[in-house]
Structures are given as C-alpha cells and as structure tokens.
C-alpha cells in the first residue's frame, strides 16, 4: 500500500474492512489554544496503537474527544462506522441528545491516570456494577467475568478486598479489569502508568499485554517506549495537534522518517539513560 505522506503509512487492510475507530481531521482548541489541528487516525479490530509524543501535542485531548468527554471543533470521528457526537435529522446533522452520547460511549472504555476506584466497594463489587447496572448483565455472569479478568491481571486472590487494602499497581490492574468488563469496542489508555511508583509500572503493563495477547482493540498514550515497541502494532507520533507518523512500531523505533520523531526517540533515549 502506498504512504499518504512522510511518515503516515496506510495500513495493509482489506478496503472493506471497516475500523473500529476512525477519526479524521478533527480539530479542537480550548479558547485561542489549538489542542487538536486535523488529527486522523484508523484503528482495525485487534489492534493495539500506541500514541507518542511531547507534551501539549495533543495526545490526551485526542482520546477525550474520542471518549466524547470533550466536543470537537471541526472533522469527524466514526465507532464501527457510526459517527460519533451527532446524527442525522431531516437531512441535516445533528449534535445527539445526552443519552444518545452516554449510549454511544458505552461501547468505549477510557483508562485514567487517576484510579478512581469506589472505596468502599470490594474489588469485585467495582468491577460488576456497571456490567449489572448499565449493560444488564446477570449477578452471576458479572461475577464470574469479574473473575476472569481478575485472572487475566493476576489479582485473583484479590475480589474481596477494597481499595484500600491494594497497592497503586493493584488498583490500576483493577480499574483495567472493570474497563473490559464492560465488553468495550475499543479500550482508551490515557498514561495509565505515570502515577506509579515505578517499581509498579511492570505489573500494570503486564497486564495490558495480557489483554492485547488476547486480541482486544487497544489505544494507548504512554511514555513507556519499550511497552509501545514490544505490545503495539502501530505507533503514531503526535506533535502540534497532529499525528506525523503511523507506521508499524518496529518501523517507527527502527527507521523514523521525520527529524521531529527521531529526535523525540533521541530525547526518550538518554533521558532514559539518565534514570539508569
Ligand atoms: N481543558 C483545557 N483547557 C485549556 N487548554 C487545554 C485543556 N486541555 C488541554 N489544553 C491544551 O491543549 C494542548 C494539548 O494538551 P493535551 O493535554 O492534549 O497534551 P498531551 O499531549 O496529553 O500532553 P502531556 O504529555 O503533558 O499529557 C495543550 O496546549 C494544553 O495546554
Ligand atoms: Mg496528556
């Protein structure tokens, strides 16, 4: 397949083949501050894409406006071919009512830096509400799903504790749990490891691993280069509100086409060897 321009690579899907997530061109500022300035992006079933980039390039306003959490600007942004925010009315566009927003965003979950999980609730108890309250799930299959994902992020021997009794690491595995038990379309990764202690940094990536070996469609803005090489299928460099590279992550590591993103690696490199 041909590239679309430096650096911006087109993905070897068949053209049928509908993405997951599409975003196009989508522009956001905050007041005279551009945040996003035609950010595109496709993401396919099964794949795992993680965002780089310096901060204040937009990475985080992008999965938010992805999460409907902000409005766009301008562009357009599609969930298995459905367009995101708005609907047709008589011919025209139309933003959609806040349920018809809250439906939508059912089928997506976001991951925060920030756990956020209830404290007084157990373990399993956060991980089953929403499946129960929101999406109708029985007690007993919530539970027994709750179970599995509590497997999958090796807290087995964790579903009655609370919060509390849990280190950060432990919570954040938590909150990844209760993220797919709601049997997302797409999960969103907002730096999920920079809260951490970074002796508990492993353990949460383990476990996003975990989820990708077994083929969820992931989104992931992270500093962890290593995490991004290893677990991605793509990586897409952010700068300015755009993305200015997509490409396989062996290729973005390996062979950069832009000085920009060569001399982001550079900087993640020896700040790297700096922590060493
Ligand atoms: N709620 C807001 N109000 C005003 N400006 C904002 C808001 N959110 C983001 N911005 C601005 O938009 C730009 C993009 O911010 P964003 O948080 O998306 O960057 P980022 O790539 O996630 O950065 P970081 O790596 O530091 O998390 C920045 O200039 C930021 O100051
Ligand atoms: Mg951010």
New binding site residues.
């Given amino acids: 397949m041909t590239g679309v321009s430096s650096g911006l690579i087109v993905q070897p899907h068949t053209v049928e083949e509908t993405p997951v997530l599409r975003v196009t061109d989508v522009r956001?500022a905050?007041?005279d501050?551009?945040?996003?300035d035609g950010a595109s992006l496709d993401v396919y079933e099964g794949e795992v894409v993680a965002i780089l980039?310096?901060?204040?390039?937009?990475?985080?306003?992008?999965v938010?406006c992805i999460d409907q959490l902000?409005t766009i600007d301008g562009g357009a942004m599609f969930l298995d071919g459905e367009l995101l925010g708005y609907e047709e009315f008589r011919g025209h566009l139309r933003p959609r009512t806040d349920a018809g927003v809250q439906h939508q965003r059912r089928r997506m979950s976001m991951v925060f830096q920030q756990f956020n999980l209830f404290p007084h609730w157990t373990v399993l108890r956060n991980i089953t509400e929403a499946p129960v309250k929101v999406h109708g799930l029985s007690p007993a299959e919530a539970r027994a799903r709750a179970l599995e994902l509590l497997e999958q992020v090796g807290l087995s021997d964790k579903a009655d504790a609370y919060p509390r009794h849990l280190s950060g690491g432990q919570q954040q595995r938590v909150a990844i749990a209760r993220s797919v038990a709601v049997q997302p379309r797409i999960l969103l990764f907002?730096?999920p490891t920079?809260a951490l202690d970074p002796e508990l940094v492993g353990e949460v990536l383990q476990a996003m691993k975990a989820l990708a070996a077994v083929g969820h469609t992931m989104v992931v803005?992270t500093?962890e280069m290593a995490f991004a090489r290893e677990v991605a299928d793509r990586c897409v460099f952010?700068a300015e509100?755009r993305v200015i590279e997509d490409r396989p992550a062996d290729d973005f590591f390996a062979d950069p086409s832009s000085e920009r993103l060569r001399a982001f690696l550079a900087r993640s490199a020896s700040a790297r060897k700096d922590t060493e």
Avoid: I
Avoid at 53 to 62: D, E, Q, V
């Fill in positions: 956001k905050f007041g501050q551009l945040a996003l980039g310096p901060s204040g390039s937009g990475k985080s306003t992008l938010r902000e907002d730096e920079s803005v500093h952010m509100g």
